[in-house]
Structures are given as structure tokens and as C-alpha cells.
């Protein structure tokens, strides 16, 4: 939706995994082609996006290789970068190039689809010295005409980076859904927008996440040692009854979310 906006509208075919999706997304793409046909989607594409769970992305090589031709370029959608760039630059060589849209919500399925879900947001792309500079072309030029601004970086540091500020909040979201109902059923009932807002993110697929966590716990295991570490900080403070403490934790948390000077601890 977002390729065929603008003055330079893009050819797009679609790919369904399954037959009860072609008629929906066909709707949301009219005039173009929707199928659960591999071969006839990928045919004649000067790029083609995976935008499947990640392990399906990391399988999706070994087929694709034997349906592209060298100059189509390939890329992806996935939030966890180093297994799937490992797995399809061995399948499809230089011509992957990694790519990880920050945009997107709990929301999932054709009908959370809309045009301008990339707009001013910010895709990560992570090519390696494998990447062919044709195909890193190509997919710098599509990502910007949906809509995003672009930044590259490794897949490493990728992983390392976004296992702290994606795949973290989504952990924290549902760990706090936990310990929030736990104060008894009509907890939820008594929510306010402070609770919808730190937990929204916990409403996603939990197939989709479980993927992802699984997919980095070199990344995601210890960002979670640091949120207990806090946590036990800020739980000793209170225990304490020490105020000037609790005080420094929430301002030093308010400067870093703002990019503030932080204050003293």
C-alpha cells in the first residue's frame, strides 16, 4: 500500500500464505496480483520483501534461490537480524540485505495494513561485505519510497541494540500484565491510561514474539538482568523509605528518556 502511493507508484505482487487472505489483501491492493503461487509472485521482481515470521524468513532461502533470478535483490522485515542474515546470505549470496522497519504496532493480520504505516519512521539495514551494491541500492530505494528514513549497521550491532529497546519493552509489557492481575480479578477493570499505555505492546502475537525472544537470547537475556537490577534499586529504595532515592531514580530515568543532562545519583 505504502509502494503504490506518490507520483511514482511502484508494481506490487503479494504473496498470501494462505487461500483466506488473497481475497482481503486483494481488496486492500486493487489492480493487483495476489497469490499463494511463489513462483508467479517472485516472477520478473526486481526486489522481493520477506515479511513472514523470522523463522520462516530464515527457511525461505533454499526456495528463493532456485526461483530468482542473480539481479533480484532481496530483503526482509525481521526484528532479529543475525540468524536470518547468516541463513540467506549462505542461500542467496550478496543479494540479501537485511532490513528492520521500526514502525508497526501490538496490532497483526491483513487488516491492520495502512498506507502510511512507515511514514517518518526509521528502517535499520544491515549490510555485511558480502552485500552486493546493486541489490543495497535497490532496497535503500524501496524502504525510502514506502516512507522511511535510513540507518545501517551490522547485524550484531542491530541485535544488540534493539534486543534493549524493542524485544525488551515487549518482555517488560507482559511481565507487568503478570504482576499487575495478580492483585486480583478486577485489577484490569481499574486500569487507567497508565497501565494501557506500559502494557499496549503485550497485546501482540505471542507466536511472533516467542520467535523473536527466542532468536537473541545472547541480547535479550541480559537486558533483562539489567530491568531486575533496576527494579531491585528502586525496590530497596522504597523498602528504605529513603525519598531522595526514589527521587533520583525517577529524574535519572526522566533525563535519559529525554535525552536530558542526567542528573547525579
Given at each position: 500500500?505504502?509502494?503504490?502511493?506518490?507520483?511514482?507508484?511502484?508494481?506490487v505482487?503479494?504473496?498470501?500464505?494462505?487461500?483466506?487472505a488473497?481475497?482481503?489483501?486483494?481488496?486492500?491492493?486493487?489492480?493487483?496480483?495476489?497469490?499463494?503461487?511463489?513462483?508467479?509472485?517472485?516472477?520478473?521482481?526486481?526486489?522481493?520483501?520477506?515479511?513472514?515470521?523470522?523463522?520462516?524468513?530464515?527457511?525461505?532461502?533454499?526456495?528463493?534461490?532456485?526461483?530468482?533470478?542473480?539481479?533480484?535483490?532481496?530483503?526482509?522485515?525481521?526484528?532479529?537480524?543475525?540468524r536470518?542474515?547468516?541463513?540467506l546470505?549462505?542461500?542467496?549470496?550478496?543479494?540479501?540485505?537485511?532490513?528492520?522497519?521500526?514502525?508497526?504496532?501490538?496490532?497483526?493480520?491483513?487488516?491492520?495494513?495502512?498506507?502510511?504505516?512507515?511514514?517518518?519512521?526509521?528502517?535499520?539495514?544491515?549490510?555485511?561485505?558480502?552485500?552486493?551494491?546493486?541489490?543495497?541500492?535497490?532496497?535503500?530505494?524501496?524502504?525510502?519510497?514506502?516512507?522511511?528514513?535510513?540507518?545501517?549497521?551490522?547485524?550484531?550491532?542491530?541485535?544488540?541494540?534493539?534486543?534493549?529497546?524493542?524485544?525488551?519493552?515487549?518482555?517488560?509489557?507482559a511481565?507487568l500484565?503478570?504482576?499487575?492481575?495478580?492483585?486480583?480479578?478486577?485489577?484490569?477493570?481499574?486500569?487507567?491510561?497508565g497501565?494501557?499505555?506500559?502494557?499496549?505492546?503485550?497485546?501482540?502475537?505471542?507466536?511472533?514474539?516467542?520467535?523473536?525472544?527466542?532468536?537473541?537470547?545472547?541480547?535479550?537475556?541480559?537486558?533483562?538482568?539489567?530491568?531486575?537490577?533496576?527494579?531491585?534499586?528502586?525496590?530497596?529504595?522504597?523498602?528504605?523509605?529513603?525519598?531522595?532515592?526514589?527521587?533520583?531514580?525517577?529524574?535519572?530515568?526522566?533525563?535519559?528518556?529525554?535525552?536530558?543532562?542526567?542528573?547525579?545519583?
Amino acid at each position: 500500500m505504502a509502494l503504490r502511493r506518490g507520483r511514482s507508484p511502484r508494481d506490487v505482487v503479494l504473496w498470501a500464505r494462505r487461500e483466506s487472505a488473497v481475497e482481503p489483501a486483494s481488496r486492500l491492493l486493487p489492480g493487483c496480483l495476489v497469490t499463494c503461487d511463489l513462483s508467479a509472485a517472485v516472477a520478473g521482481a526486481g526486489v522481493v520483501v520477506l515479511c513472514t515470521p523470522p523463522r520462516a524468513i530464515e527457511e525461505s532461502g533454499e526456495i528463493l534461490s532456485k526461483l530468482l533470478p542473480p539481479s533480484t535483490a532481496v530483503t526482509d522485515a525481521g526484528s532479529v537480524k543475525g540468524r536470518i542474515v547468516s541463513a540467506l546470505e549462505q542461500t542467496l549470496g550478496g543479494r540479501f540485505i537485511g532490513a528492520h522497519p521500526m514502525a508497526g504496532s501490538e496490532q497483526s493480520g491483513i487488516s491492520a495494513a495502512r498506507p502510511d504505516l512507515f511514514d517518518g519512521t526509521l528502517c535499520l539495514l544491515t549490510p555485511s561485505p558480502a552485500s552486493c551494491p546493486e541489490a543495497l541500492e535497490k532496497v535503500r530505494r524501496l524502504w525510502k519510497d514506502a516512507g522511511c528514513a535510513l540507518r545501517e549497521m551490522s547485524a550484531i550491532a542491530h541485535d544488540r541494540s534493539i534486543a534493549r529497546l524493542s524485544h525488551l519493552p515487549h518482555a517488560a509489557a507482559a511481565a507487568l500484565v503478570h504482576a499487575a492481575t495478580r492483585g486480583g480479578e478486577e485489577s484490569p477493570a481499574l486500569a487507567g491510561n497508565g497501565y494501557r499505555d506500559s502494557t499496549r505492546v503485550a497485546g501482540g502475537s505471542e507466536g511472533l514474539w516467542a520467535e523473536i525472544l527466542l532468536d537473541n537470547p545472547a541480547e535479550i537475556v541480559p537486558a533483562i538482568t539489567d530491568l531486575q537490577s533496576a527494579l531491585e534499586e528502586l525496590k530497596s529504595a522504597l523498602v528504605r523509605g529513603d525519598r531522595r532515592a526514589v527521587e533520583g531514580f525517577l529524574a535519572r530515568a526522566r533525563a535519559l528518556r529525554s535525552n536530558e543532562k542526567i542528573p547525579p545519583a
